[in-house]
């Protein structure tokens, strides 16, 4: 464990325009991989005026889709002189397969999305991981597990399953375990069972904190088609996962941007996240988990861009 660097809640030096970058900035192009006999799909965003950039590989979080406003966040890390790159785990977006919320099926997908990247050869060799909730800690176990990643950004990221676990009502707890149960036992005679991924706090979802609602509602693009659940055998696996605990193995700088009023994942797991990482720089905020999307858009995104910024000077 080392001490992390608490950054100063002050405007960072480079600014973020609030605005959609102009398409004159960075082109587009569509990208596949294959994990474990599904093909994944993913958008690659590239700068035009820059020869080999470094690279950012995004991933979103609980259930969600790329189309959940990373292309808001790519558009804009492309138009500061990086190439990004954004992807749909297996079942979601435009991926096939079963759309199932493992952690250890989406580390593989990270993975998958990495090595393709890696195959890129008019990109750079920096590469950069982004990971927002539930992915903040999935890129910390791909850093953690291979030692071609140059940097980390951990965004209010899910960290620490047990604490979670002590966020939650025994009621709600015996609920997730008995609706985890019967999906996995239906699942095997298909016959899966569903819970929604946000809901109202008096309702029983994934995602039913305060804000959860309104927050994940506002990610959804209005011609989507994605639908507000999920498999229950997730609420079994997530109490389990613990990327905290591979923090250590991490040899890359890592930024870990966290809100001191998230009442998703609590603010005392991203800290001691920060903690555990070797190399870390910790931007704590007063926001709620939802608030990097809205309000602090580009407050935040500043904070992240100035962090490659300095890794790949």
Request: with cysteine; hydrophobic share 40%; aromatic share 8%.
């Given at each position: 464990?080392?001490?992390?660097?608490?950054?100063?809640?002050?405007?960072?030096a480079r600014?973020?325009?609030?605005?959609?970058?102009?398409?004159?900035?960075?082109?587009?192009?569509?990208?596949?991989?294959?994990?474990?006999?599904?093909?994944?799909r993913a958008?690659?965003?590239?700068?035009?005026?820059?020869?080999?950039?470094?690279?950012?590989v995004?991933?979103?979080?609980?259930a969600?889709?790329?189309?959940?406003?990373?292309?808001?966040?790519?558009?804009?890390?492309?138009?500061?002189?990086?190439?990004?790159?954004?992807?749909?785990?297996?079942?979601?977006?435009?991926?096939?397969?079963?759309p199932?919320v493992?952690?250890?099926?989406?580390?593989?997908?990270?993975?998958g999305?990495?090595?393709?990247?890696?195959?890129?050869?008019?990109?750079?060799?920096?590469?950069?991981?982004?990971?927002?909730?539930l992915?903040?800690?999935?890129?910390?176990?791909?850093?953690?597990?291979?030692?071609?990643?140059?940097?980390?950004?951990?965004?209010?990221?899910?960290?620490?399953?047990?604490?979670?676990?002590?966020?939650?009502?025994?009621?709600?707890?015996?609920r997730?375990?008995?609706?985890?149960?019967r999906?996995?036992?239906?699942?095997?005679?298909?016959?899966?069972?569903?819970?929604?991924?946000?809901?109202?706090?008096?309702?029983?979802a994934?995602?039913n904190?305060?804000?959860a609602?309104?927050?994940y509602?506002?990610?959804i693009?209005?011609?989507?088609?994605?639908?507000n659940?999920?498999r229950?055998?997730?609420?079994?696996?997530?109490?389990?996962?613990?990327?905290?605990?591979?923090?250590?193995?991490?040899?890359?700088?890592?930024?870990?941007?966290?809100?001191?009023?998230?009442?998703v994942?609590?603010?005392?797991?991203?800290?001691?996240?920060?903690?555990?990482?070797?190399?870390?720089?910790?931007v704590?905020?007063?926001?709620?988990?939802?608030?990097?999307?809205g309000?602090r858009?580009?407050?935040?995104l500043a904070?992240?861009v100035?962090?490659?910024?300095?890794?790949?000077?």
């Amino acid at each position: 464990m080392t001490e992390a660097t608490t950054l100063p809640d002050r405007e960072p030096a480079r600014r973020i325009d609030g605005r959609r970058p102009s398409r004159e900035r960075f082109s587009t192009r569509r990208l596949s991989f294959t994990v474990d006999g599904d093909t994944c799909r993913a958008t690659l965003y590239r700068p035009r005026d820059v020869d080999r950039p470094a690279t950012v590989v995004l991933g979103h979080g609980f259930a969600a889709e790329a189309a959940f406003g990373l292309d808001r966040i790519a558009e804009r890390i492309a138009a500061a002189g990086y190439a990004a790159v954004t992807f749909d785990y297996r079942g979601f977006g435009d991926s096939e397969g079963t759309p199932l919320v493992l952690p250890d099926r989406q580390v593989a997908t990270w993975g998958g999305a990495v090595d393709r990247v890696r195959g890129i050869d008019s990109l750079g060799g920096g590469l950069a991981l982004w990971g927002v909730s539930l992915a903040g800690g999935h890129v910390v176990r791909v850093a953690a597990e291979r030692h071609d990643v140059d940097a980390v950004v951990a965004r209010t990221p899910f960290a620490d399953g047990r604490k979670l676990l002590r966020t939650k009502s025994p009621r709600y707890l015996l609920r997730a375990t008995v609706a985890g149960v019967r999906d996995r036992v239906g699942g095997a005679v298909g016959r899966p069972h569903h819970v929604k991924v946000y809901g109202r706090p008096e309702e029983f979802a994934a995602l039913n904190e305060p804000g959860a609602l309104d927050g994940y509602a506002s990610l959804i693009p209005r011609d989507s088609t994605w639908q507000n659940r999920t498999r229950a055998r997730s609420l079994l696996a997530l109490p389990r996962y613990r990327p905290v605990t591979h923090a250590a193995d991490v040899d890359c700088p890592a930024l870990v941007v966290a809100g001191t009023e998230d009442e998703v994942v609590p603010y005392a797991a991203a800290e001691t996240l920060a903690h555990e990482l070797p190399e870390s720089s910790l931007v704590a905020l007063p926001m709620g988990h939802f608030d990097p999307w809205g309000d602090r858009f580009t407050e935040v995104l500043a904070h992240e861009v100035a962090f490659l910024d300095a890794v790949f000077e």
